[in-house]
């Protein structure tokens, strides 16, 4: 007989502790013991199913069989396995396993409405002492079954978060990856997903968008995080500006080089509401909570137009836009004033690249002095990127990660073989 009392204790801590239901724990309890009974005193191949009751404290024994027929196994006779198991291309039906399988006529003679596929439960003699090797398998099964409920639930609460921000402890930092404590589980941010010039540091807090769950790795799910994403800035904002939580502000674009400057479009839905305003905070202080968790990445706020002129002169921010000429083609020949120049071009073309991006269409800045001229880095087309799955960039982003520490000597000896070749 069980102690109930302290039966119960054990399973609400391990659900506590573990995050997992209590039904979850206590089946894992179940196949641990049947696990055990099997070991000590079942058949080779038999499946053993426990049953315990937490009422009486009374565990009860099983053999399960599974209900088939001719057409849902194969009766091999010696010699045809090893034939038959060859055949490729083919689905081959499971073998007939006497421990395991039942046919439908023998089974109607138990339970008279047994279908194909059903479990039929046959009692077994009840025994609650177990040897030392017995007790070993069931410690092993109840481990496996905790990591496989628990990794079940990891997966099932960030599946949740996908694409929003989470917050995490700086862990560990390894070949530029970044390893994040999230609570239950690590996250990952890999090297090409930090903010560039960015410094991290272990112990240190900080937010992260949530790229993607990866659910084929081994042990535990693999969650995959990003600092560099446009969408960060999304949600960012969402979290800093109650008006674009609440579908007041609507964010119509963004565009963005990671650690030098980002360009956000924001557009109202109601009448009055100052979008940019919004956005930009009493003093500054909404955009400024955001640029200090960027890293002082500057944002330049701009008001979203229907009048591609008016948007395309908008998008040129800080720079003053004397005026807007339209082109085909979605060209845009924009003039500004010589003491703008070097403001709406920015370093290196960067403040006009960023505004071909957010607008779509490809920029053209002249001086207003001289129109004729074309300036050194003033001219910015929209590159076509074609968007992929979120989960595919992750797999892409893994396999790059495993070619590069592949490529790695991993011992001192295949350190001093490559010496001589470098």
């Known amino acids: 007989m069980i102690d109930l009392k302290s039966l119960n204790r054990l399973i609400e801590q391990i659900s506590e502790d573990k995050g997992l239901k209590k039904e979850q724990v206590l089946g894992a309890i179940e196949d641990a013991i049947a696990a055990a009974y ?32 001719e057409t849902t196994i194969r009766v091999m006779e010696e010699g045809e396995e090893e034939k038959e198991e060859k055949k490729d291309g083919e689905e081959v039906l499971p073998r007939y396993n006497p421990e395991r399988h039942i046919f439908l006529k023998e089974a109607k003679e138990t339970k008279k409405d047994a279908q194909l596929g059903e479990e039929i439960l046959f009692p077994l003699e009840e025994h609650q002492d177990f040897g030392r090797i017995a007790a070993q398998v069931a410690k092993q099964v109840i481990l496996q079954k905790f990591r496989e409920a628990e990794k079940s639930s990891i ?27 999230l609570g239950r589980t690590t996250g990952v941010m890999f090297f090409n997903e930090t903010i560039p010039g960015e410094y991290y540091k272990i112990g240190e807090r900080k937010r992260f968008y949530l790229l993607a769950v990866q659910v084929e790795t081994k042990r535990m799910p693999g969650i995959v995080l ?15 500006v109650p008006e ?32 940019v305003g919004s956005c930009i905070g009493q003093k500054g202080i909404r955009v400024m909570t955001i640029t200090d968790e960027l890293g002082q990445e500057k944002i330049d706020v701009i008001p979203w137009s229907e009048d591609s002129a008016k948007f395309v002169g908008a998008s040129l921010s800080p720079a003053k836009v004397r005026s807007v000429e339209i082109l085909p083609r979605r060209e845009a020949l924009v003039y500004v004033p010589d003491d703008q120049l070097s403001l709406a071009i920015g370093k290196g073309g960067q403040n006009v690249r960023l505004a071909a991006k957010l607008t779509g269409w490809k920029i053209d800045v ?14 910015a087309g929209v590159v076509e990127e074609k968007e992929e799955p979120i989960v595919e960039e992750v797999k892409d982003i893994k396999s790059k990660e495993v070619e590069k520490s592949a490529k790695k000597p991993r011992t001192k000896k295949a350190k001093k073989e490559e010496k001589p070749e470098e």
Not at 56 to 67: A, H, L, N
Not at 160 to 181: A, D, L, T
């Open 244 to 275: 674009i939580h609440d579908g007041v502000v609507e964010i119509k674009g963004i565009s963005r080089e990671a650690g030098n400057r980002t360009k956000i479009a924001v557009a109202s839905t109601i009448d009055g509401v100052d979008p």
């Open 38 to 69: 099997k070991k000590e005193y079942g058949e080779r191949g038999a499946w053993v199913k426990c049953v315990l009751n937490l009422k009486t404290g009374e565990m009860e024994f099983y053999r399960s069989k599974t209900v088939v027929d």
């Open 155 to 181: 997966i099932e609460e960030f599946k949740k978060k996908e694409g929003e921000i989470v917050s995490g402890i700086i862990q560990r930092i390894e070949h530029g990856n970044i390893y994040v404590n």
């Open 226 to 240: 990003s600092r560099m994403h446009p969408h960060f800035i999304n949600k960012l904002f969402e979290m800093e």
């Open 366 to 379: 002249r001086s207003q002095s001289k129109p004729e001229e074309v300036l050194e880095g003033g001219v």
